[in-house]
T-cell receptor, first 121, second 109 residues
């Protein structure tokens, strides 16, 4: 059974970089069958798509965050990474890692539990 | 501000049906039929209930159904049950990026 587990520092200061990791267990990200996606949710708000990364390293990012986001993968460790730089309080949210099947379809069929990312001095 | 608009809340009594709308511009939906819906309990991760407009993942009751007409997608929950009380989010893929609605809280009276 595939599981996703997000982790990160929890608290970062304004203008610094938020770095998160999604560990994939029970399946290989090298299979090429999925995009690995980051989605966030501020308290009391809706979901916000940040972007996706493929096992080859190819990426697509939200236009509103593109200038500050970098996603990558380490297939040897079966991990997916998110870096969001120049953060402000507006970036405080729960950050989810999710899996999206490749093909003539679109959905997020598996989610991690999420990790809180707080931006505060 | 979401490019997809959902009503903040809908409610219904047990056994009734409720429908949640998700309205967007033509660019929000693109030329694809890639609309999905997610159910989320407070403090929990979202769960997929409908994908590709009207397909149900394994394990999702057939009380959940989806549709799309023009620039409005809809999720209908028939035979409303107490466990259906949750937030529901619509989602659209239109090219290389994805958009979510603001979410709708479903209350079972």
């Amino acid at each position: 059974q595939v599981q996703l587990q997000e982790s990160g520092p929890g608290l970062v200061k304004p203008s610094e970089t938020l770095s998160l990791t999604c560990k994939v267990s029970g399946g290989s990200i090298s299979s090429g069958a999925y995009y690995w996606t980051w989605i966030r949710q501020a308290a009391g708000k809706g979901l916000d798509w940040i972007g996706r990364v493929y096992s080859t390293g190819g990426t697509d990012y939200s236009p509103s965050l593109r200038s500050r986001v970098t996603m990558s993968v380490d297939t040897s460790k079966n991990q997916v990474f998110l870096r969001l730089n120049s953060v402000t309080a507006a970036d405080t949210a729960v950050y989810y890692c999710a899996r999206a099947p490749v093909g003539p379809t679109h959905s997020f069929d598996l989610w991690g539990h999420g990790t809180m990312g707080t931006v505060s001095s | 501000q979401s490019a997809l608009t959902q009503p903040p809340s809908v409610s219904g009594s047990p056994g009734q049906s409720v429908t949640i709308s998700c309205t967007g511009s033509s660019s929000a939906f693109g030329t694809y039929n890639f609309v999905s819906w997610y159910k989320q309990y407070p403090g929990k991760a979202p769960k997929l209930v409908i994908f590709d407009v009207n397909k149900r993942p394994s394990g999702v009751p057939d009380r959940f159904s989806g549709s799309k007409s023009g620039n409005t997608a809809s999720l209908t929950i028939s035979g409303l049950q107490a466990e259906d009380e949750a937030d529901y989010h619509c989602c659209s893929y239109a090219g290389s990026y994805t958009t979510f609605g603001g979410g709708t809280k479903v209350t079972v009276l």
